[in-house]
């Protein structure tokens, strides 16, 4: 079992500090009920208007806390649909009530139903329908909207996830790679929500990249921040490991880990995060190398790292994940004072990139072939029958 002997009071104090000093939210849950439909007008057939929809659209510089502040932890409610009058037989329709929220959305239900995703810019969807008009099927009588419960969970949207142990170099990275200005100290934690900057080609390619709030032993027991920041990983399509060359402790309470073991213990959590995360493509940055005596530690890793699989019977079973990581790439780097390692690792980032898009158009293509060939064998079917 991967955890440290972290201490009750140290755990509570890291975790208060933590939410006391993150605004950030990336899960809201709110009441929301469409609106009630107008009745109908048995006498001269006339419909009841719907009542208005609740629905989530995405808006640029929209945020959860935006959705949060305009809540107020009021439950929402759509308009009512008009009665059907006599002077205008067909009521109007109650008007929707429009929520802005950023991309990279999924909406729940609160018996954790998944309604939709909202990923890119436009993009809408109903959380709660408006109950139909008063009309012959319903007696006249105009339906009570939907009211449901409704979880928010927001996924940032990013090219590469920056994972880590703190005090690693991810914000460090971040710094050297974009335009990003994240804030660094050699303090663990120093980053409590997640940071997205964009890489820049001299071509104008633009790949987006994710500092994440470092993870420590034990985040699937919800140690530290635990595993919530992980999900935004899940949309990723390629992880950038970093670690230190000279390991990490997170405080002179805990064990000491080697590099290797931080390697290992990071494949471990995000196995039991989720294991398919260890399906996407992977590299490891090995950071801090201008430190005295990283060479030589780099150097009697290298085949370690290369091949962890054959490694492995060297570390105790807590250091043993079931899924061991092939890295694509490891790059010995100094994310602080080595802008040559940054731009080389730039290089690589994009070329896997542009391999895993390639791999991604093959399968569109066979799948464009395999339908055509399907149809053509549909239509000789269907001719030899006619004949
Ligand atoms: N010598 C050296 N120090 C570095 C390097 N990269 C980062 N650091 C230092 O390591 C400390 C932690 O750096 P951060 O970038 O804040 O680390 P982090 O992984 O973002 O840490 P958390 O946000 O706490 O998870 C800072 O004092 C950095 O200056 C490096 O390449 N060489
Ligand atoms: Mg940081």
Same mark, same amino acid.
């Given at each position: 079992?991967?955890? $440290?002997?972290? =201490?009750?009071? =140290?755990?509570?104090?890291?975790?208060? +500090?933590?939410?006391? @000093? +993150?605004?950030?939210?990336?899960?809201?849950?709110?009441?929301?009920?469409?609106?009630?439909?107008?009745?109908?007008?048995?006498?001269?057939?006339?419909?009841?208007?719907?009542? !208005?929809?609740?629905?989530?659209?995405?808006?640029?510089?929209?945020?959860?806390?935006?959705?949060?502040?305009?809540?107020?932890?009021?439950?929402?409610?759509?308009?009512?649909?008009?009665?059907?009058?006599?002077?205008?037989?067909?009521?109007?329709?109650?008007?929707?009530?429009?929520?802005?929220?950023?991309?990279?959305?999924?909406?729940?239900?609160?018996?954790?139903?998944?309604?939709?995703?909202?990923?890119?810019?436009?993009?809408?969807?109903?959380? +709660?329908?408006?109950?139909?008009?008063?009309?012959?099927?319903?007696?006249?009588?105009?339906?009570?909207?939907?009211?449901?419960?409704?979880?928010?969970?927001?996924?940032?949207?990013?090219?590469?996830?920056?994972?880590?142990?703190?005090? %690693?170099?991810?914000?460090?990275? &971040?710094?050297?790679?974009?335009?990003?200005?994240?804030?660094?100290? !050699?303090?663990?934690?120093?980053?409590?929500?997640?940071?997205? !900057?964009?890489?820049?080609?001299?071509?104008?390619?633009?790949?987006? &990249? %994710?500092?994440?709030?470092?993870?420590?032993? !034990?985040?699937?027991?919800?140690?530290?921040?635990?595993?919530?920041?992980?999900?935004?990983?899940? @949309?990723? *399509?390629?992880?950038?490991?970093?670690?230190?060359?000279?390991?990490?402790?997170?405080?002179?309470?805990?064990?000491?880990?080697?590099?290797?073991?931080?390697?290992? &213990?990071?494949?471990?959590?995000? #196995?039991?995060?989720?294991?398919?995360?260890?399906? *996407?493509?992977?590299?490891? $940055?090995?950071?801090?190398?201008?430190?005295?005596?990283?060479?030589?530690?780099?150097? /009697?890793?290298?085949?370690?790292?290369?091949?962890?699989?054959?490694?492995?019977?060297?570390?105790?079973?807590?250091?043993?994940?079931?899924?061991?990581?092939?890295?694509? +790439?490891?790059?010995?780097? /100094?994310?602080?004072?080595?802008?040559?390692?940054?731009?080389?690792?730039?290089?690589?980032?994009?070329?896997?990139?542009?391999?895993?898009?390639?791999?991604?158009?093959?399968?569109?293509?066979?799948?464009?072939?395999?339908?055509?060939?399907?149809?053509? #064998?549909?239509?000789?079917?269907?001719?030899?029958?006619?004949?």
């Amino acid at each position: 079992m991967v955890q $440290l002997s972290i =201490c009750n009071l =140290c755990k509570k104090v890291v975790e208060k +500090s933590i939410f006391t @000093r +993150s605004k950030f939210i990336d899960s809201l849950f709110f009441h929301a009920k469409g609106g009630c439909g107008g009745n109908g007008h048995p006498k001269y057939g006339g419909i009841g208007g719907r009542g !208005g929809n609740i629905m989530c659209q995405v808006k640029p510089g929209a945020t959860l806390e935006s959705v949060k502040n305009l809540l107020k932890g009021k439950k929402l409610t759509a308009a009512s649909g008009e009665h059907s009058l006599s002077h205008r037989l067909a009521g109007r329709n109650g008007e929707d009530k429009v929520i802005e929220v950023p991309a990279g959305i999924t909406a729940y239900s609160d018996v954790g139903t998944k309604i939709g995703e909202l990923n890119a810019e436009g993009e809408s969807l109903i959380i +709660s329908q408006g109950g139909v008009g008063g009309n012959p099927q319903n007696g006249w009588l105009g339906k009570q909207g939907q009211h449901i419960g409704i979880r928010l969970e927001l996924k940032l949207i990013a090219d590469v996830g920056l994972v880590g142990f703190p005090n %690693a170099g991810k914000s460090t990275f &971040l710094k050297a790679i974009s335009k990003a200005r994240p804030k660094i100290a !050699g303090y663990p934690f120093t980053t409590i929500k997640p940071n997205v !900057g964009v890489i820049k080609y001299d071509d104008l390619r633009q790949i987006s &990249l %994710a500092d994440l709030p470092g993870l420590i032993e !034990g985040a699937h027991k919800n140690l530290g921040m635990g595993h919530s920041f992980l999900r935004h990983v899940e @949309r990723t *399509k390629l992880i950038a490991m970093i670690v230190d060359v000279n390991g990490f402790q997170l405080s002179n309470k805990h064990d000491y880990r080697s590099c290797v073991e931080t390697v290992l &213990l990071l494949n471990k959590e995000l #196995e039991l995060y989720k294991k398919s995360l260890l399906d *996407k493509p992977i590299i490891l $940055l090995v950071n801090k190398m201008d430190k005295e005596g990283a060479q030589e530690i780099y150097d /009697s890793m290298r085949d370690t790292l290369h091949n962890l699989k054959d490694h492995l019977h060297n570390y105790p079973e807590e250091f043993r994940p079931e899924k061991i990581i092939k890295f694509q +790439s490891i790059v010995p780097i /100094s994310a602080k004072f080595n802008q040559t390692d940054i731009g080389e690792v730039k290089l690589k980032i994009r070329h896997l990139l542009d391999i895993l898009a390639e791999e991604e158009q093959e399968v569109v293509n066979a799948e464009i072939e395999l339908v055509k060939k399907l149809k053509r #064998e549909l239509t000789e079917h269907q001719g030899s029958m006619t004949i």
